[in-house]
């Protein structure tokens, strides 16, 4: 099993626990030099927080570890493709680069309703690949919740 296969697993598993919260299930890790160094879920709802994305929470996790706020090199796997503020967080904390599982096709911000990441206009440039592999499993986690939901 390859590392990146991995590190998605963790983020799925992530977006399973915020299902289990009550939140909608992404997950997110973020890896440097082959290490999780932080990991996040959706929580706006427990939070009180509309900025508390799995990615957010994630990269703020990386960045306590690290001592850092920029993490050039670094590689976030998150469970569904990021939206606009996420992918400018992404921009801002320079993340290497984005792996993402299930496209969001209202919000997602990278290939679905906007292309951020291929701005030339930001100052630094996040390479992103999507991982068609696990994308069938992190959009059955979010038909479930939803339809659970109804």
Not at 28 to 48: F, K, P, R, T, W
Not at 59 to 64: D, G, I, Q, T
Not at 103 to 108: D, L, V
Request: with cysteine; hydrophobic share 45%; net charge negative.
């Amino acid at each position: 099993m390859s590392s990146d296969h991995q590190f998605m697993l963790r983020a799925l598993e992530l977006a399973a626990e915020a299902a289990r919260q009550g939140e909608v299930p992404v997950g997110a890790v973020v890896v440097h030099n082959d290490l999780i160094v932080g990991e996040g879920y959706n929580a706006q709802i427990s939070s009180m927080d509309p900025t508390a994305h799995a990615e957010v929470n994630a990269v703020r996790a990386a960045a306590a570890a690290l001592e850092n706020y920029r993490m050039p090199g670094a590689t976030l796997y998150v469970t569904l493709e990021p939206c606009s503020m996420c992918c400018g967080a992404l921009v801002h904390a320079r993340i290497g680069t984005l792996v993402f599982a299930a496209r969001e096709p209202r919000a997602g911000a990278v290939v679905s309703a906007r292309k951020l990441l291929d701005e030339s206009a930001f100052n630094h440039r996040v390479a992103w690949i999507e991982d068609e592999e696990n994308a069938p499993a992190s959009a059955a986690l979010l038909r479930g919740f939803f339809r659970d939901r109804r």
